[in-house]
């Protein structure tokens, strides 16, 4: 069951970066999340990686046959060349790649290019046309800027830690690692903007993101309410600081998530389960009043969902037009008839462990094709010579560069 | 103390979607974001609204006199007219917009659009250049499409709240509404691409986008963990999956985060604790054993931190090149000077409340300024003259449209 889009008659191959050549300096996470996102929207992507280890994302598990599956995850559908940056010959190549590229996007840390002699300054100067795309813990200016940083790091210095947990409990990291995967997805956007911007310009840019940044444009409305309430925002589990009901709910078997952003769908939800009083109770006629006695409507909400399974109240409530959700776990969503109807389990086929399952791109296009089945990840250098050859740059082996 | 990046003499105000118009018929969260991000790299962004109430973020809170800081955080930057479009007259002020735009965005539930006859096809055929980004609960296509769902509802759907909390603790949602900012995310990926496409190719794009396909695709290594092992991962506080150590430790006062992600850092930081046996260790060498015995090696690290407090760990930590930090507060990050110095808490006067305080942009070019203080979110309608004026559309109060 693969995805099929209601508009659009004719489906091209690639996306709207066809035609864009990407040079890929990253390791493990930002970065290749970026240029992930980059080769599903049809651009090129050619990795460049360390001779003999390559990218530290493949010593990172879980293996298949000593493969890291994390790896191929987020190398789907690149090309590999392996460049020993610190070689002269080897950096040779290099700008030979990015003489004919669109954009570089790197994630050292700051200053690391510049010692390469392949900072910002250096390649605009030699490829004018070449947009830079940096990505790091603190961005390449200010106090921070040659602090190392971990997804983790950034997760509790950007505030989101201070968010997620439970009231009084333990530290709390969010499951993924957003510090990470939001720094590539902002990158992304800079890149994107930058090739519209070239396009009508003719200027290349260099863009600087910083996952902490990343981190602090993602608090949402924690800053205002700290601003406008001067108490700092702490973690409240499941719920929403300013909705209610909008939390997960004990049932009879496990838990539900019910999202009832307005009295319209207060009073629907209230009928559903049989609490038609709850709607009429002043304690809880509007949201400030539902928040106000959040924990009093959590108690007497729970003592009806007591009487049936989360499976039961899904049903119930689905049909009332209540938005509600079971907590899925990873399995449960590879299950789900949604995401495989969208297409976002695919599959890429690796030559020595088979086909592997992982998420597809959450990017719709009606003109593009949204193929079920990707291109796996590369092993070490093992496009040099395609590469080489179709861009036209003889080898060292044979000649001088 | 604004941002100085080191490189870039010239600076020119706006960003790389200098020039272009978006018209935002979105609402509360998702679209809003994606927009605000689509102003802040400088693009003009006109937002639709009903009448009398406008988007609903107005009425969510916290409230400064009466104004949701909320709304004010999210529409930055932004013009806003009040059009009916389920009244003729006012959708014919509409696509006389839509006739001068590049984009127009929208967060309706599938289906929306067409009952109004401003679906896809139809705007398409009137307005051949019109990029058309839709962002949704579910998408435009498949079983759930026409489902209501809100920020919680995917998050538990999509497997993250699966992976975020306490082991055996009770449900956690992401502290910050990531079913949403992630969509706008992707949406701005997709419409900054699209517009790349049309400067290239001329052609327009339809970009669908759901909420959970965008939880999907930040599952990261769980959907590898998950099929490579068949067990099902689940929460894991703050700690990391597959490596160690990565977690919150506890200090004599609170907590530090150390992320030490390879042998070399792990031994930097045993010396730096005091601990230079743990380095020593067999069960400790290698990052597979530090997983395998990570509760043992949590323990003993603890035992040496209680010796001192966080900011004294931090202290020591950071001068031997460990990655950590505290677990900060939103009131915390505001005050750090890295923070500070990137820019990214920003002021916008505003003329009744005066200046508010917000996240900046953390999509930092070299070419652009990166001002301190941005234009206020506007109150409705407030720029409606100004904007048909602009476009040189005649106002429908003189003319027949």
New interface residues.
């Given amino acids: 069951m693969t995805?099929?889009?209601?508009?659009?008659p004719k489906r091209a191959a690639g996306?709207?970066?066809?035609?864009?050549l990407v040079i890929d300096l990253t390791r493990v996470?930002a970065g290749p999340y970026c240029t992930l996102?980059m080769s599903d929207?049809g651009a090129r992507v050619i990795k460049v990686e360390i001779p003999e280890t390559g990218d530290?994302a493949r010593q990172?598990?879980?293996?298949?046959k000593q493969k890291s599956?994390?790896f191929?995850?987020l190398n789907r559908g690149k090309e590999s060349i392996a460049l020993n940056l610190k070689i002269d010959r080897d950096r040779q190549i290099l700008h030979q790649l990015l003489a004919r590229a669109d954009v570089v996007v790197e994630n050292f840390r700051s200053g690391t290019m510049d010692k390469l002699n392949l900072g910002?300054?250096t390649l605009h100067e030699r490829h004018p046309r070449l947009i830079y795309a940096a990505v790091s813990?603190?961005?390449?200016?200010?106090?921070?800027q040659s602090?190392?940083?971990?997804?983790?790091?950034?997760?509790?210095?950007?505030?989101?830690?201070?968010?997620?947990?439970?009231e009084g409990?333990?530290?709390?990291?969010?499951?993924?690692?957003?510090g990470d995967?939001?720094a590539g997805?902002?990158?992304?956007?800079?890149i994107?903007?930058?090739?519209?911007?070239r396009?009508?310009t003719g200027?290349a840019?260099?863009?600087?993101?910083?996952m902490?940044?990343?981190q602090?444009?993602?608090?949402?409305?924690?800053?205002?309410?700290?601003?406008?309430?001067g108490s700092?925002?702490?973690?409240?589990?499941?719920?929403?600081p300013?909705?209610a009901p909008?939390?997960?709910y004990t049932t009879d078997d496990s838990?539900v998530?019910v999202?009832a952003?307005?009295n319209n769908l207060f009073e629907r939800f209230a009928k559903a389960i049989g609490g038609r009083q709850l709607a009429q109770d002043p304690r809880y006629a509007t949201n400030?009043l539902r928040c106000q006695n959040v924990e009093e409507l959590k108690h007497d909400i729970e003592a009806l969902l007591a009487r049936h399974t989360t499976a039961q109240w899904i049903d119930i409530l689905?049909k009332a037009?209540?938005?509600?959700?079971?907590?899925?776990?990873?399995?449960?969503?590879?299950s789900?008839?949604?995401?495989k109807?969208?297409n976002?389990?695919i599959t890429t086929p690796d030559p020595i462990i088979g086909d592997?399952?992982?998420?597809?791109?959450?990017?719709?296009?009606?003109?593009?094709d949204d193929p079920h089945t990707r291109p796996a990840a590369p092993d070490l250098d093992a496009d040099r010579q395609r590469i080489l050859a179709s861009l036209g740059i003889e080898t060292a082996k044979k000649e001088e560069i």
């Avoid at 813990?137 to 921070?144: C, E, Q, R, T």
């Avoid at 971990?150 to 201070?162: E, F, N, R, W």
């Avoid at 997805?185 to 800079?190: D, K, Q, R």
Wanted: hydrophobic share 40%; charged share 15%; proline share 7%.
């Fill in positions: 995805s099929q889009m209601a508009t659009g996306g709207p970066l066809n035609g864009v996470l996102l929207l530290d990172i598990g879980p293996f298949i599956a994390y191929m995850s910002w300054d813990g603190f961005g390449h200016s200010g106090p921070y602090k190392p940083a971990y997804d983790l790091v950034v997760q509790a210095m950007g505030g989101i830690m201070s968010l997620t947990g439970q409990g333990p530290p709390t990291r969010v499951g993924t690692s957003i995967l939001s997805l902002f990158t992304a956007v800079g994107s903007s930058a090739l519209y911007h396009s009508q200027e840019l260099k863009i600087d993101v910083s902490l940044d990343c602090v444009a993602l608090l949402e409305n924690a800053i205002a309410r700290y601003l406008t309430t700092v925002p702490g973690p409240l589990g499941a719920r929403h300013s909705i909008f939390d997960a838990h998530i999202a952003g307005n400030d689905d037009g209540v938005p509600c959700s079971p907590i899925n776990t990873v399995s449960d969503v590879l789900d008839e949604q995401v109807y969208r976002m389990v592997i399952k992982m998420a597809g791109n959450p990017i719709k296009f009606d003109r593009f």
